[in-house]
């Protein structure tokens, strides 16, 4: 009911209380264990959460979503707590490899523009791989799921190819394209074409014939049975594809900044691993962590507006 709080919506703050104490009262094993914004770092999380428990009485829905997600904060703060014992207080784990979060924190704050920048070009070459691969796995899925005659003919090249992880087509990709960045959208968009072509296909070979039948009988000529009977039919088929190509691509845009280009974040975590900079490579993670599943939900959202009309009838 609107006006009333549970006691379970304040287990983050006790979770934040713990964890300052530990960090306060607790001594480090090494001066180098030093952070400056840890402790600030969890006021300003404590008067965000304060502030959206106050307008959580006003509004239910975000009363809701804080009872349903405090066990889940609290298990992270925790979490966040504990590292930090196992590294800063005890010393069980060596460093430069496992620096405490403190440290990690240090980094994101003070070397935010290397990371935002990096996390740009990331960004930049996701969108034009993917958006290539995808393009072009449904193209290929609808001629193949579509036309028998070029399934005959493309169906064999696309069994060959589609297996072999596109990673393994870096140094020929480097050969023939004029830019590593050229390359590695190549690699991105290959590795997403074979399952957003194979799902497409798949999806448009299983459609009802009865769906087809039924516009014909209406009139329909062939473009419109592909683009408004087979596509839509097959669209739940196409977003596994799509978010099967989202996965393969995450993977594979690492591994090419690695590789090849000169900003990014898999290029930040192979700078700062050179440089024994293990704090930075964390800083890295957190980035990409958030800014994949970020991608991710943005993708869930497109697909639910899209398939509304599947609401009550599929579980996701």
Request: net charge positive.
């Amino acid at each position: 009911m609107k006006g009333k709080i549970s006691t379970k919506i304040f287990l983050p703050l006790m979770a934040i209380t713990i964890t300052v104490i530990i960090s306060k009262l607790v001594p480090d094993k090494s001066a180098a264990y030093r952070t400056v914004f840890w402790i600030p770092l969890f006021g300003v999380i404590s008067l965000l959460y304060v502030l959206a428990i106050v307008l959580s009485l006003k509004f239910e829905t975000l009363n809701q979503w804080l009872r349903e997600k405090a066990p889940l904060l609290t298990a992270a703060i925790l979490f966040l707590s504990l590292w930090e014992i196992v590294t800063s207080k005890l010393s069980l784990l060596p460093l430069p490899y496992f620096p405490p979060p403190g440290q990690v924190v240090d980094v994101i704050i003070t070397d935010r523009k290397m990371l935002l920048i990096s996390t740009f070009y990331s960004l930049r070459m996701l969108v034009a791989g993917y958006l290539l691969g995808a393009f072009s796995g449904l193209i290929t899925g609808t001629m193949i799921g579509w036309n028998k005659r070029l399934n005959y003919w493309i169906g064999p090249l696309q069994k060959i190819i589609g297996p072999i992880p596109a990673t393994a087509w870096i140094p020929i990709a480097m050969t023939i394209f004029p830019t590593s960045f050229s390359a590695s959208v190549f690699i991105l968009g290959l590795s997403v074409w074979f399952p957003v072509t194979v799902m497409t296909s798949s999806g448009i070979a299983n459609v009802q014939k009865s769906y087809f039948e039924v516009a014909q009988t209406l009139g329909a000529g062939k473009p419109y049975l592909i683009f408004r009977v087979a596509l839509p039919a097959a669209l739940p088929n196409i977003f596994i594809g799509l978010f099967m190509g989202l996965g393969t691509s995450f993977v594979t845009l690492i591994v090419a900044e690695m590789l090849g280009v000169k900003a990014g974040l898999g290029w930040y975590i192979n700078w700062a691993q050179g440089w024994a900079e293990y704090k930075k490579v964390y800083a890295s993670l957190g980035v990409m962590s958030l800014l994949f599943s970020t991608i991710i939900t943005l993708l869930f959202k497109v697909r639910d507006r899209i398939l509304i009309w599947q609401r009550g009838l599929i579980k996701w």
